[in-house]
């Protein structure tokens, strides 16, 4: 797990409010029948349920131990980034609170395509909120989730 806090300003606008995070890596993995056709899927997780849909838990003797359950969603939810394809790696996430919402920024390096293909996730926790999500990537806004109605 890791803790970020990071705040960010452009020339000529008000800055933009960091927002603290959890970000959570392995024993999650995607499950398989979660949007199997798409390239990438973006998503805004507000309950456990939700969770199950998309991630399922592989733990291994040694290995990290599943730290996200039911009790995360009564204060959190969850920012997620699905990249499909080469074993790509996603880096220095940070969220900020912007005017239009929260803002997911975080990079992602791919190398060549191979026969290999796996789903890699970013899993970004945060407290709850109604605001729309926009996913960053590479400096380029990707998606936006809106807000639930």
Excluded: H
Excluded at 64 to 78: C, H, N, S, V
Excluded at 95 to 114: E, H, K, M, N
Excluded at 120 to 140: C, K, Q, T, W, Y
Aim: charged share 15%; glycine share 8%; hydrophobic share 45%.
């Amino acid at each position: 797990m890791l803790l970020g806090l990071v705040r960010t300003a452009s020339a000529g606008s008000l800055p933009a409010a960091a927002i603290p995070f959890t970000t959570y890596g392995k024993p999650y993995f995607v499950r398989n029948d979660f949007q199997p056709s798409l390239p990438r899927s973006y998503v805004v997780i507000r309950s456990w349920n939700e969770f199950g849909t998309v991630f399922g838990v592989g733990t291994t003797m040694g290995g990290p131990r599943a730290t996200i359950g039911p009790d995360l969603f009564r204060a959190k939810m969850l920012l997620v980034a699905i990249e499909r394809g080469p074993l790509c790696a996603f880096s220095a996430a940070k969220v900020d609170q912007t005017a239009a919402g929260i803002a997911l920024v975080y990079g992602l390096r791919c190398p060549a395509p191979s026969s290999a293909s796996f789903a890699v996730p970013l899993i970004v926790a945060i407290d709850r909120s109604d605001a729309a999500v926009s996913f960053v990537e590479n400096g380029r806004t990707i998606d936006v989730v809106r807000a639930p109605r």
